[in-house]
């Protein structure tokens, strides 16, 4: 991480760091699946510091922002996992994939995810460094005309 100019940082970027390099702000509605005992919790109390705002669950039943997909490599078929994750995602939202990082345990081949997103109907856009133990995809679904 290299310095920003005089000035620094935002109050937000101080607070939330990795949340906010997921491009979440105020007011959005985050979902969270796959929460487990192993999930970070410091980055999942720095996100519902940025929305301002508890992540809700599977269970929400309306459309959401972002979808925050915590995935292991014992979770089962990634496919599926992405699509049942587009169930509540409002047309435009992001997807991030929270997947353990390389040489952690049950971590997740880059290159299944890479096979996996167009699969579900969803492009691989980016990364983020958001956890010492976690690695952040960013997914979308691509823009279609009209």
């Given at each position: 991480m ?13 607070l ?64 599926d ?66």
């Amino acid at each position: 991480m290299s310095p920003t100019a005089a000035g620094g940082s935002t109050p937000t970027d101080a607070l939330a760091g990795p949340a906010s390099r997921l491009g979440l702000t105020k007011g959005m509605v985050v979902q969270e699946l796959g929460w487990d005992s192993d999930s970070d919790d410091e980055l999942r109390v720095a996100i519902e510091d940025t929305i301002d705002s508890d992540m809700v669950d599977g269970d929400y039943g309306n459309v959401v922002d972002v979808v925050l997909l915590w995935w292991r490599d014992e979770d089962g078929d990634l496919v599926d996992g992405l699509v049942d994750s587009l169930t509540d995602l409002v047309g435009g939202g992001v997807i991030w994939l929270l997947t353990p990082k390389v040489g952690r345990a049950n971590s997740v081949d880059p290159a299944d995810i890479t096979e996996a997103a167009p699969i579900a109907g969803l492009a691989l856009t980016t990364t983020a460094a958001v956890s010492k133990d976690w690695a952040a995809t960013r997914l979308v679904t691509p823009k279609t005309p009209g």
